[in-house]
């Protein structure tokens, strides 16, 4: 037996050493010290071992590092942050919320480390998924010794549209199809906020869903959501700062079109189609309603990740019915039909910090890792998991061959490979691969990037302006007026809207002006 | 022991408890309720979220609990955290209420204003942070039960409790030559243990439901405490990031999931307390007195 | 033990009663160390309140900006809307919420003891386990259009209320629940307090007729008194505070007027614009300066009123 097991052993180790051979030679030279970072990532699960799985091992091989995950949880995220940051205690990475206050407060401090000047030679895909977000430039430019301290994670690299990029993350109204061939009305690629009241009423009255007289809610949203269809499409800006006619900047809140919006919401409310509730909405009950089939309609992003979401959690609920027949959507537009959605919107959200005394060749190995992860090689892997294991190659095409769960679904790669809850938000959101990923149903990725092909064609899109973004004065910095909870204060007043409007004008009038003065006189071209 | 209350119900006995038992059942129910939404499936909720008892009973959310987070792990931290942060709490508080209880004695306004000062006045995190990793104590369950020290609030009732005691039988203690910590340890502490265990059961459920301190301080996840980790399945969304987050997060959490997360902080708590009950003890004055 | 009485001339001399009191002053040590370093330590941070944060430079050596900080706050129209509705919060909660706890320790004494008994005084402590957070929504999806209470009252032929919406039902909707969450735990404090009455003082009360509620008014509310007296300066002491935590979770934009306090104002101005640790610092010390100095006063009326005091 002893013999045996000898001889086993000695095999064995005969067998290890190709690969001992191999690890040593696929690392480059460059990478032959072995350096460990410390780094925070939101939502890491629990219980588990970062550095055991292959996505891990993959970037280890090409690397060379180790890693310490802290986990980051959404309630304390930014006083974690803040607290860690200004008792310089930060790990070597941190996951931030960016804030521009903060931002500039922690660079002229020295309280984070400035990025290499070479970035871009050393880094290019880096640099150039960096430069995708349209504000790494910016806050380099406004820096006084014109340093960036932060990587923002850009959300869409490769846009599945050409203007993508300017929508990012598209609110679309969800509706049951089913229900809407049941009553008989055919809803196209938009819809208009009339379209949506006759189909709620429809809903409500004809009740395909069986819920009993009275019971259906036609539409439901929290108070942000609702606005940004009755609303919104009226005055794209009624929730912003913008440049008017004249190249001034003004308040939309303030606008005569918002007026005409807030208006419109209210009619649109007093015929009963609106759930009475949703002033009350923190967030999830929309999808709760919809989900249990009380609701027939809701308002929410559409990236093919959300839309992924919404058909799973509608399955759960409904396992019975194939979520692609059940659900449609529609992009709100004015009765112009022009989508007036967003406007100024990022490409990037959160970013990374690094630790001021971190050093160099720990801070070179960091951006490497992640120039490599902004490849699409990197996403890859990251996404797909290992060639040969969990997808192979059909010429251009990725065919996913992972296991599939008792729905038929693709097991979720995070469960495979726990790393990937560490890879997968850093310097590239997983929005991107989203549009694109080949284990998400075809209905999901087609519905999703149709919905921006509509907006494209429907709005008139223009370019965020960083400037006032990004403007740091004082009394923008702290503008107070949250619109959304101002016109539902209004809707339920129980006054007429004009009187309510006027009292709403002449409060703030003031707050306002203010800060439209400090634009004006601020930014200057 | 004398017995004052008759052996009979009378009416207005029968009242009162009816009364009390309706209160009793409205705060039963939501929490029968999100006992059953931890063993049913989503579908059978979402449909009747109201039902008496499921009719498909699943553990599902509790298995999943039990694999997918170090639920052992916070258990014992949280246990560890209470075995050091309550006899520590005890320690300052009682000392602070004894002093508190004492007639006027030099420096003692001084002390009495320090004291109370401290429940309103804090430096505020920042300063905390920064004596803590001073001192080496970030990171660290330890750290935080010397934070939390002792508690002002519990100090005036115990303070209160103490200064009920009758003199007489500190007066007669004395004349019987025990000196003052005798008197304290074997005549004042025996009389006021209701409060005590009062104060313990505070102290012991603020240590379990502690979690925005060991988020703060502690970096490790293998030192979080029960409730660290079963508030990142409850809360899994804040919602002012509502519409960024599906797409960086890939563990969903059911309604099924963030009730038996719910439960298995509530349980152990609710088990605990009725023993804790005993010490509420009835006449406990009487034999002193005699005596 | 060393007498202190040595000479009568050193009788009540300070060595003497130092000496006198040595017991208290090892306890006094004990607690002062822990104050002294945990919350004296950390106090300096208080400045903030006057100063532009800068972490670089800390604390101490961040720059004085005088009273920067509450120029801003009271220079906003909302500050004072905040401040009002936490002034007439605190005082409801103190009229409507504060006697319920003794209400309930108060009956429950009254019940044989037994197992009955034993389990209602735990199951009435159960909802304080609870966050608000849950709270909330349970209390959104019972009050909601389509909610219980709301089935009920169409059931009973009545019409339907926006309950969340209502500024008239709103408030006290606030206080109903947060009886519910808390009454029952903060009972045990009087529990406790009515276990030290001695039952002689019944008997004997019963020996002069006294029935069950005379038994209750005359023997047992005064004998808990003491306590009642410090619960209530304690909350009195708490007056700005309010109750974030609940509000913040059940209020919505068509409430705001009325239930704003000055902690979800604030947390709604600093949350977007970050953490100005001067600014939050200010606004603390502000708070805890009114809380603290409602507190010595009505400490003293206590005190002229013969009860005894915190001070």
């Keep these: ?525 | 022991m004398l017995e004052y209350k008759k052996k009979k119900l009378d009416k207005a006995q029968i009242v009162i408890g009816i009364v009390m038992g309706i209160w009793a059942l409205l705060i039963l129910f939501p929490f029968y309720n999100a006992i059953l939404a931890s063993i049913s499936t989503q579908r059978e909720f979402s449909r009747n979220p109201l039902m008496l008892f499921p009719q498909e009973v699943t553990f599902s959310a509790y298995s999943y609990l039990m694999k997918a987070t170090s639920l052992m792990t916070g258990y014992r931290n949280t246990l560890f955290f209470l075995a050091l942060g309550v006899p520590f709490s005890m320690l300052i508080t009682v000392s602070t209420a004894y002093v508190l209880s004492r007639p006027s004695f030099p420096g003692k306004k001084i002390y009495v204003f320090l004291v109370l000062f401290t429940m309103y006045f804090s430096g505020g995190m920042v300063p905390i942070y920064l004596l803590m990793k001073e001192m080496k104590l970030t990171n660290s369950l330890v750290g935080i039960v010397l934070l939390y020290g002792g508690n002002t609030f519990y100090a005036i009732l115990i303070r209160n409790f103490f200064q009920s005691i009758p003199h007489e039988i500190e007066e007669s203690a004395k004349i019987d030559g025990a000196s003052e910590m005798l008197t304290f340890f074997r005549i004042i502490l025996p009389l006021s243990v209701p409060i005590l265990m009062t104060v313990i059961l505070f102290l012991a459920v603020d240590r379990w439901n502690e979690w925005f301190n060991v988020m703060l301080m502690v970096r490790d996840s293998n030192k979080w405490t029960l409730q660290v980790i079963l508030r990142n399945i409850v809360y899994t969304t804040l919602d002012d990031m509502a519409s960024r987050v599906v797409s960086v997060q890939k563990t969903y959490y059911s309604l099924s999931l963030k009730m038996a997360a719910i439960v298995l902080t509530m349980a152990p708590v609710m088990i605990f307390y009725p023993f804790t009950q005993r010490f509420f003890i009835k006449g406990i004055m009487i034999g002193s007195v005699k005596g | 033990m060393v007498s202190a009485q040595k000479t009568r001339r050193k009788k009540n001399g300070l060595i003497a009663q130092l000496a006198k009191n040595r017991t208290v002053y090892i306890f006094l040590i004990i607690s002062l160390v822990w104050y002294i370093i945990f919350c004296y330590g950390p106090m300096y941070g208080l400045l903030l309140a006057f100063k532009d944060f800068n972490a670089r430079k800390g604390i101490l050596g961040s720059e004085f900006v005088g009273l920067k900080h509450y120029i801003e706050l009271f220079g906003n129209q909302d500050f004072y809307q905040a401040f009002r509705n936490t002034l007439i919060i605190s005082l409801e909660r103190i009229l409507f919420e504060f006697p319920f706890p003794i209400i309930i320790a108060l009956l429950l004494n009254e019940l044989r003891a037994g197992r009955y008994k034993k389990t209602l005084q735990t199951v009435f402590t159960f909802p304080y386990f609870l966050s608000w957070v849950v709270v909330g929504s349970i209390v959104l999806n019972m009050l909601g259009s389509d909610g219980v209470v709301n089935n009920l009252i169409a059931l009973a032929g009545g019409d339907k209320q926006q309950f969340l919406a209502s500024k008239s039902f709103f408030l006290p909707l606030i206080y109903i629940s947060s009886i519910w969450k808390t009454a029952g735990w903060t009972s045990i404090i009087y529990l406790a307090s009515i276990n030290g009455v001695s039952p002689e003082l019944y008997e004997a009360a019963m020996i002069d007729g006294a029935n069950r509620f005379q038994r209750m008014t005359h023997v047992t509310l005064p004998c808990i008194r003491s306590t009642i007296v410090i619960l209530l300066l304690l909350a009195i002491g708490n007056t700005m505070n309010a109750g974030f935590d609940q509000i913040f979770n059940m209020y919505n934009p068509t409430v705001q007027s009325i239930s704003d306090i000055l902690d979800t104002y604030i947390y709604r101005i600093t949350f977007q614009t970050s953490g100005d640790f001067g600014f939050s610092t200010a606004v603390g010390l502000f708070k805890s300066v009114i809380n603290f100095g409602l507190l010595y006063m009505f400490d003293r009326i206590a005190k002229m009123m013969g009860e005894e005091g915190l001070f």
């Design chain 1, 1 to 525: 037996m002893k013999r045996t097991s000898r001889l086993v052993a000695i095999l064995m180790c005969l067998m290890m050493l190709p690969f001992g051979i191999a690890t040593a030679e696929s690392a480059p030279a460059q990478y032959s010290n072995r350096i460990s970072f410390s780094a925070t990532s939101i939502n890491l699960p629990d219980n588990v071992n970062f550095m055991d799985d292959a996505i891990y091992k993959t970037f280890d091989k090409m690397f060379n590092f180790e890693y310490q995950l802290t986990n980051i949880t959404w309630e304390t995220w930014d006083e974690r942050d803040r607290l860690w940051i200004t008792s310089g205690d930060m790990p070597d990475m941190l996951f931030w919320n960016f804030n521009l206050k903060d931002y500039k407060s922690y660079s002229s401090q020295g309280l984070v480390k400035a990025l290499p000047d070479d970035l871009e030679t050393k880094y290019p895909n880096l640099a150039a998924a960096m430069k995708k977000t349209g504000v790494a430039d910016y806050l380099k430019a406004n820096d006084p010794d014109q340093k960036l301290y932060m990587i923002p994670n850009v959300i869409y690299l490769k846009p599945p549209t050409e203007t993508t990029d300017l929508i990012i993350d598209p609110k679309v109204l969800y509706y049951r199809k089913d229900w809407a061939k049941a009553v008989g009305i055919e809803v196209g690629d938009t819809i208009t906020v009339d379209q949506i009241v006759a189909l709620a009423k429809a809903f409500a009255e004809k009740d395909p869903g069986g819920n009993g007289a009275g019971k259906t809610i036609g539409f439901t949203a929290p108070p942000a959501y609702v606005d940004n269809a009755f609303v919104q499409s009226s005055n794209a800006f009624y929730d912003q700062f913008y440049k008017d006619a004249n190249g001034k900047y003004v308040w939309g809140g303030f606008d005569d079109a918002t007026l005409a919006g807030v208006k419109k919401l209210k009619e649109c409310f007093d015929t009963g189609v609106i759930d009475p509730d949703y002033y009350a909405f923190k967030g999830k009950e929309h999808y709760e309603k919809f989900d249990s089939g009380i609701a027939g309609m809701f308002v929410d992003g559409a990236s093919a990740a959300n839309v992924d979401e919404r058909f799973n959690s509608f399955s759960r609920s409904n396992p019975s019915i194939d979520p692609a027949q059940a659900i449609g959507l529609a992009t709100v537009v004015g009765d112009d039909g022009v989508y007036r959605g967003e406007q100024n919107v990022t490409n990037f959200w959160a970013g990374l910090l690094f630790n001021p005394d971190i050093d160099d060749e720990k801070l070179d190995r960091i951006l490497s890792i992640l120039d490599y992860v902004c490849t699409e090689e990197g996403q890859r892997l990251i996404h797909c998991g290992i060639e040969g294991v969990d997808y192979t190659m059909n010429g251009d095409q990725i065919e996913i061959t992972r296991a599939k769960d008792e729905n038929g679904n693709f097991i979720n790669i995070a469960d495979e490979y726990p790393s990937y809850n560490f890879f997968f938000t850093k310097a590239v959101l997983p929005d991107d691969w989203s549009a694109r990923d080949p284990s998400l149903p075809e209905a999901v990725r087609t519905m999703a990037v149709n919905m921006f092909h509509v907006k494209e064609k429907a709005a008139q899109l223009v370019a965020p302006d960083y400037a006032q973004i990004l403007f740091d004065g004082e009394k923008k910095l702290k503008f107070p007026l949250k619109i959304d909870d101002l016109i539902t204060g209004m809707i339920f007043s129980g006054n007429d809207i004009d009187a309510e409007w006027t009292n709403f004008k002449t409060t703030n009038q003031q707050t306002v002006q203010d800060v439209v003065d400090e634009l004006n006189a601020g930014i200057t071209q």
